[in-house]
């Protein structure tokens, strides 16, 4: 069975610092990774995704992606109350139909 | 607007009843998926379906049917079967099953046994 772990929280981090949430994943094989924001009673809502070793930026988000280490992070800067919210990894797998797997999410909580 | 849209939002669901929820996307993606979600739980693959008139079970597939007959629907039923309904439902689509795939999601049905 094809993992992916993250601590549930909640992370509480106050207004303006940086949010760091971490994944891990089980398969080596793995080849796309997704961050989705997910506000209570909602759907998921995509933030941003990452393919390669490295970081991606977009806005106050940032993906670090470390495939020898099996890991994938999400950093928010300059974290908002509205940043408040679960934050749910995905994997994609390589190898026949490319199932994605979720993990069951960090609850963030910024306080003003 | 492009999107994902279920119907209904909110559905209660007698004892022995099978209840539909619907599904349709207008982004012309070939791929569409069905997850469940549970408090505490991440989300569960119900069915999957890669093209029109195919569709494959997932981790959770049992008590539920779908059917895939236009690409832009993907209808799910929940039958009797199905022991432990009560769940956030999920309708997802991507563009393909590729490794680049981005996945979407429609707004969620909200399933209730009483």
């Known amino acids: 069975q094809k993992e992916v772990e993250q601590n549930s929280g909640p992370l509480s981090v106050p207004e303006g610092a940086i949010a760091s949430l971490n994944c891990t994943y089980s398969?080596?094989?793995?080849?796309?990774f997704f961050w989705y924001r997910q506000y209570s009673g909602k759907s998921p809502e995509l933030i941003m995704f990452i393919y390669s070793n490295g970081d991606k930026e977009d806005g106050r988000f940032t993906a670090q992606l470390n495939k020898a280490s099996q890991y994938v992070s999400l950093l928010i800067r300059d974290s908002q109350p509205s940043d408040s919210a679960t934050y749910l990894c995905?994997?994609?797998?390589?190898?026949?139909?490319?199932?994605?797997?979720f993990g069951i999410g960090t609850k963030l909580q910024v306080i003003p | 607007d492009g999107g994902i849209t279920q119907s209904p939002k909110y559905l209660f669901r007698k004892e022995g009843q099978n209840v539909t929820l619907s599904c349709e996307q207008n982004?012309?993606?070939?791929?569409m998926y069905w997850y469940r979600q549970d408090p505490g739980q991440g989300l569960r693959l119900i069915y999957y379906?890669?093209?029109?008139?195919?569709?494959q079970k997932g981790d959770i597939a049992e008590g539920y049917s779908v059917s895939r007959e236009k690409k832009e629907s993907f209808p799910l039923t929940v039958t009797s079967a199905q022991k432990n309904p009560t769940a956030f439902y999920l309708c997802?689509?991507?563009?393909?099953?590729?490794?680049?795939?981005?996945?979407?999601f429609g707004e969620g049905s909200w399933l209730t046994v009483v």
């Open positions: 997802a689509s991507s563009i393909g099953a590729g490794p680049g795939n981005t996945i979407y």
């Open positions: 398969d080596r094989g793995s080849q796309s």
């Open positions: 982004l012309n993606h070939d791929a």
């Open positions: 379906s890669q093209i029109v008139n195919d569709f």
């Open positions: 995905a994997v994609r797998y390589s190898g026949g139909y490319q199932k994605v797997t």
